[in-house]
Each structure stands twice: as structure tokens, then as C-alpha cells.
């Protein structure tokens, strides 16, 4: 049995790109201590393996097959939380989104449109959503996945991606001071380079990138799907009760590092 703080029996998470990576291994940590689960992802061969593995936790587990990017599916999926878990969500996990690479002039309007709407607008409609059942129930916790790319810059074509991060990041704070008052908590996770299917593509275009990135990480690896983990437990948890407005770097130690700095050996 998990440590009453971190004891989420009972509760209803909302996750969204549970299919893989840090969708997928933050749903299994919350069944692991004891939540319900409504799983959103397109990727219907992993969303179902996603489900079977909450059930065998023992946990109940409903599948949404549909994009968080469209306002449409968003709206069905939150009558799926209304029929199957009675309008409940104790805690959001807004960690699907997609980016598009250009460079600044070269990058058309509508791929910028796209990647807000894939990155902002969609996941504030996730957090209106989630957010006005929360305020009648009285609780809840909110996380929105942002990135270090809000906080700094990136380059290599990332001028979209990174605008659209910077606006998770103010989303998340504006909605916190909101909402704190009334009993729902909103943060943000900003991690660094993470692996998945996307990143690993990259890495196989261009082997050097990996070096690039791990430069400057003192960690010395680039991140798992597992490491976020602990954050998301702690978060939807009354272990973390009073944190609410934060964006906390999960990154290896790369936003401590001046860019001019040596990793100690």
C-alpha cells in the first residue's frame, strides 16, 4: 500500500498521449498507487496496451481514441469522463503535443497555427475542461508537460515550438493564480530532451545531435519516460498539496549550466 501522501485510491486521472513515453509511463505510475484512468491517445495499438497494463494493475482503465489537438475530440472525450467516471477528474496530465522544425524565415503562418494548436490551444481546452469540474468539486491538480524551449532558446528551427511553450508556461501560471483560490492546482514539468519515438528519429538523421544535447546535461544521459515518473505521482498527490503556479525543470541539470560551463568528471 502507498504512504497515505501519495495514496491515490479512488481518484480519476486524465492522461493524454497515453500511448508511449511519458504519457504511457505516467499513467502506469498513477494506476501503480491506486487511480482510475481515462486514456486519450490517436495511437489506438499503443492506447490499448497502455489500457491492458493499467488493468493488470488492477486498476479500471477507458480508452479515448482521438487527437487533443481537436477542439471536437476534446469535447467527446470529457463526455466520456462524464458518462464512465460521473464528471470526476482529480488530476489532468496534459503531456500530448506535437512541434514543427523550421527556421524563422522560412516557416509558413499555418505551420505556426498548427503547432499552436497542437501545443496551446488544445491544452488550454483540456485545461478549461478539466478545470471547471475541478472548481465544482472543489479540488484538483492540473500538469501541462512544457519544455526547457520556454525558458531558453534552442535554435535549429525550433521558433514555433518554443513560442508555443513559452505560452504553456504563462498559461499554467495564469491559470494558477486563478484557480489556487479555489481548491485546483495547476503546474508545469519542463523537461529536456527525453527519448521517444520522435527524438530517436532525429538521432538517426543526425548521430552528432545526441553528443550536442548530452553536452550540455551534467547528468550525462539524455531523459527516460520513466523519470517523470515520481514528479507525476507527487503532483497529483496531497503530498504536494501547497505547490501550485511552479515549472520544475526536469532536465539532468542542463538549465542550471551556463552555457560557457564544464561538466565536473
Known amino acids: 500500500m502507498p504512504d497515505r501522501l501519495f495514496d491515490l485510491t479512488g481518484r480519476v486521472a486524465v492522461i493524454s498521449g497515453a500511448a508511449s513515453g511519458m504519457g504511457r509511463a505516467s499513467a502506469l505510475a498513477l494506476a501503480e498507487h491506486g487511480?482510475?484512468?481515462?486514456?486519450?491517445?490517436?495511437?489506438?495499438?499503443?492506447?490499448?496496451?497502455?489500457?491492458?497494463?493499467?488493468?493488470?494493475?488492477?486498476?479500471?482503465?477507458?480508452?479515448?481514441?482521438?487527437?487533443?489537438?481537436?477542439?471536437?475530440?476534446?469535447?467527446?472525450?470529457?463526455?466520456?469522463?462524464?458518462?464512465?467516471?460521473?464528471?470526476?477528474?482529480?488530476?489532468?496530465?496534459?503531456?500530448?503535443g506535437e512541434g514543427i522544425l523550421g527556421a524563422p524565415e522560412e516557416i509558413s503562418l499555418e505551420q505556426v497555427q498548427q503547432v499552436f494548436q497542437n501545443l496551446v490551444f488544445g491544452r488550454f481546452k483540456m485545461c478549461q475542461e478539466a478545470g471547471r469540474r475541478m472548481l465544482k468539486a472543489?479540488?484538483?491538480?492540473?500538469?501541462?508537460?512544457?519544455?526547457?524551449?520556454?525558458?531558453?532558446?534552442?535554435g535549429r528551427g525550433h521558433i514555433a515550438y518554443s513560442m508555443s511553450m513559452g505560452a504553456v508556461v504563462q498559461m499554467t501560471r495564469e491559470l494558477s493564480t486563478e484557480w489556487a483560490g479555489r481548491g485546483v492546482r495547476v503546474n508545469a514539468i519542463l523537461p529536456a530532451q527525453v527519448m521517444n519515438p520522435s527524438l530517436e528519429k532525429r538521432i538517426a538523421a543526425d548521430p552528432s545531435i545526441e553528443q550536442r544535447w548530452l553536452s550540455g546535461i551534467p547528468a550525462g544521459r539524455l531523459g527516460k519516460p520513466t523519470d517523470i515518473q515520481g514528479l507525476v505521482v507527487l503532483l497529483a498527490s496531497d503530498a504536494s498539496c501547497w505547490i501550485t503556479g511552479a515549472l520544475i525543470p526536469m532536465d539532468g541539470g542542463n538549465m542550471a549550466m551556463n552555457a560557457g560551463g564544464t561538466i565536473g568528471k
Open 138 to 154: 472543489g479540488r484538483g491538480s492540473i500538469l501541462n508537460i512544457g519544455s526547457l524551449a520556454s525558458m531558453t532558446a534552442l
Open 35 to 96: 487511480a482510475d484512468l481515462l486514456l486519450a491517445d490517436l495511437n489506438e495499438a499503443g492506447l490499448q496496451q497502455t489500457t491492458r497494463d493499467v488493468e493488470a494493475l488492477g486498476r479500471r482503465a477507458v480508452p479515448f481514441s482521438g487527437s487533443v489537438s481537436d477542439l471536437g475530440h476534446i469535447g467527446s472525450l470529457w463526455g466520456v469522463v462524464d458518462r464512465e467516471f460521473g464528471g470526476r477528474v482529480d488530476f489532468l496530465g496534459n503531456i500530448a
